[in-house]
C-alpha cells in the first residue's frame, strides 16, 4: 500500500520554529513536496525535493524561512520551518510523484497553527 503520513505540525508562537516530516512507504518517489491550506484560501504549493540528486524549490514566501530535505534511507521529506509568522496557519499537506508539478499520492495533512 502506498502511503504518506507527515507528522510534527502544532502549535508556535510567531517567530518560533516547526520540523514537518513525510514518511513515504510502498514505492519511492522522483519528487515530495509540501503544499498547505489556510481556511478559506486554496492549496498552495509550499516547496518540493528532488530525490536524487536532492534539488530544492520553494515558493518565495517560504525561501530563507523553510528548508526542505530528505533521508533516502528512511524515504523521509523534511521541512525546518523557522521564523514562523500567523500567515503559516494552514494545514500542511505532503505529496509525492514522478516529477516536479506531478503528484499522484497525497497524504492526510498535518496542522500548523502560529499565534502570538
Known amino acids: 500500500q502506498v502511503q504518506l503520513v507527515e507528522s510534527g505540525g502544532g502549535l508556535a508562537r510567531v517567530g518560533g520554529s516547526l520540523r514537518l516530516s513525510c514518511a513515504a512507504s510502498?514505492?519511492?518517489?522522483?519528487?515530495m513536496g509540501w503544499f498547505r491550506q489556510a481556511p478559506g484560501k486554496e492549496r498552495e504549493f509550499v516547496a518540493a525535493i528532488i530525490w536524487s540528486p536532492a534539488s530544492p524549490y520553494y515558493t518565495d514566501s517560504a525561501k530563507g524561512r523553510f528548508t526542505i530535505s530528505r533521508d533516502s534511507t528512511k524515504n523521509t521529506m523534511y521541512m525546518q520551518m523557522d521564523s514562523l509568522t500567523p500567515e503559516d496557519t494552514a494545514i500542511y499537506y505532503c505529496a509525492a510523484g514522478d516529477g516536479l508539478g506531478v503528484y499522484d499520492t497525497w497524504g492526510q495533512g498535518t496542522q500548523v497553527t502560529v499565534s502570538a
Open positions: 510502498g514505492r519511492t518517489f522522483n519528487v
